[in-house]
């Protein structure tokens, strides 16, 4: 919807509570709590996610085939891994013209998918659209039509140099393409990553303990209603904007209450402090009650992230050699987190 009416795009890569200062200056948004005063019940659980925000029009197709690919895999005795990755955009406008966005490229979902493909995991790769991709991710910097050359009769040759690895990358992803071992779903807003993780979560409850939820997705915390958004592009003649969002349902609590209770759920906590950065995940463990926090900072992601778990504390880094032999901190992260997932399976069962 966005991309159809859109001629101008207020595309903001930071952090949307830094983001909604930062740009709108003075007078900042001030964030409202609706779903805290609904008579106790939790709003995303009741069904009232539908309420406020705008259900995808393909929601119930994907749900099928999401829940086919869950049955074929769990029935194969696969694991099956749900991963969210890239950053949700919030419209400021219903023919939206501007939105607010949370800052992720898709590195750390797109590789993760690769790895977990590498430890047999079938993969329901959920991103935002045009966030990086497992495997296409290794070229994004090059320009494909400096790579080919038209040898005349329709033959066209590939150099090698400019895209490094590439047979190789090349036979692995059409080994997982042909086993049918990736899903890829795509969202572009909040209502569309919301809607279609409840779908993934209800999908994925046939295989019970066998599933794991990977949520490295930056998710909006603020959100305009449909009710509260003007129809037509804000016009700057009326002055400076001031702009006032509610606070969006944390999904995470009735995914690991009510849609999957018996996954492997684990979520992902990105802080620019680092002074509370475990403060905030073991917060996160506590009130959410899911199996493990992956803990980052903004600046460092790259290189050290701590897997935080009710009774363990493990940080994974990147040693200087590991990263000059082009290492990633996301092979560790996989390989802690499916072991951890096998045994929560032996113990579940
Ligand atoms: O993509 P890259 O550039 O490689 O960067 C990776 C990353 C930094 C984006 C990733 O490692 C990461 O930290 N992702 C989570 C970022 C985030 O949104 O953190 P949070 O503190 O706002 O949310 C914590 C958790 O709550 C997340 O797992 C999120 O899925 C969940 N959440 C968030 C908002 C919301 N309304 N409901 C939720 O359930």
Redesign the pocket.
Known sequence: QVLRTRTFILNLSVRLHTLIQSVFGGPVARAHTKWNTMSGSDPAAAGSLSEEFAVPAHVEEVRSLMAAFAEQHGAAGRMVVLI????TKVPLESRTVRFLD????????ASSAEYFLSQGYAVIFLHRHR??YPYTRLYTGVNLLDCLTLEGAGLVTVDQRKLPNITKVLKRYQEVKSAGLLLPVEFSTLSEYLHLLKAAAQALSSIGSKAMFY???????FYIPASEMPEHKIQSSNGPLQISMKM?????KP?VKDWAPKAFVI?????TDPSILLE?ARC?LDTYNHQAV?A?V?DT??GYVVVVTKDSQKELVLTDEEAQREVEIEEKIVQNLSHAHIQFINQKG
């Open positions: 969210t990755s890239g950053g949370n800052f992720s490229s898709g590195r750390r979902g966030s990086l949520l490295a997705a930056a998710v909006s915390d969006v349902p944390k999904i995470l995914l979520s992902f906590k990105l802080e905030r996160a992956v980052n903004l992601r790259h």
